[in-house]
């Protein structure tokens, strides 16, 4: 497995996701649940960010506060950081997104591949996983799920605006 290549196809799956969505679709409710188009994009974006910490934590950099939140409550996690988003612009958070892919990219360039495959690198992720079964599951199969909730929301959205 080539693990820049799978960061680059989920945010290449997420750029098709977005690309064209009126600005009337952007903040509908029902794209995934509750969550719209935004708070979608808003979740991916603490996700990035998430997975910044991750490389973070397997470099031993800096603070890891987004990834300690997460492992505390996945799921007051998500409730928060897409509250959090809410009144932003899509694009603020569109270019909070692709910043943090930016910064993957570069951090994930410094983690040997040796390490990348070692399981238990990510205790609290289980320890027979490893970083790039992360990247794939977590950063990649994600964003895969929701973009299909996007392009599910699209077509529906479409049809509707078409009546």
């Known amino acids: 497995m080539n693990a820049m290549d799978i960061l680059r196809y989920g945010h ?4 098709q996701a977005l690309d064209g ?13 509750e969550w719209s ?14 997975l ?4 973070h934590s397997v470099l031993r950099e800096g603070p890891t506060l ?6 505390a409550g996945p799921e007051q996690f998500n409730t ?21 892919h930016r910064k993957t990219l570069t951090l994930l360039a410094q983690v040997p591949i040796r390490v990348r495959r070692l399981n238990g690198t990510l205790p609290w992720y289980g320890v027979a996983y490893d970083l790039e079964d992360f990247i794939v599951y977590t ?15 699209r077509e529906q959205w479409s049809q509707q605006a078409q009546r």
Do not use: M, N
């Open 12 to 15: 290449q799956i997420v750029e």
């Open 21 to 33: 969505l009126p600005d009337a679709a952007w903040t509908i409710p029902g794209a995934c649940g």
């Open 37 to 50: 188009v935004h708070d979608i994009l808003a979740h991916l974006a603490s996700f990035e960010l998430l």
């Open 52 to 55: 910044v910490d991750v490389l």
């Open 66 to 71: 987004t990834l300690t939140s997460f492992v």
């Open 80 to 100: 928060r950081e897409v509250s959090q988003r809410r009144g932003l612009p899509a694009r603020e958070v569109w270019e909070e997104y692709e910043g943090a």
């Open 139 to 153: 950063a990649y199969g994600h964003k895969r799920e929701h973009c299909a909730q996007i392009a599910a929301f």
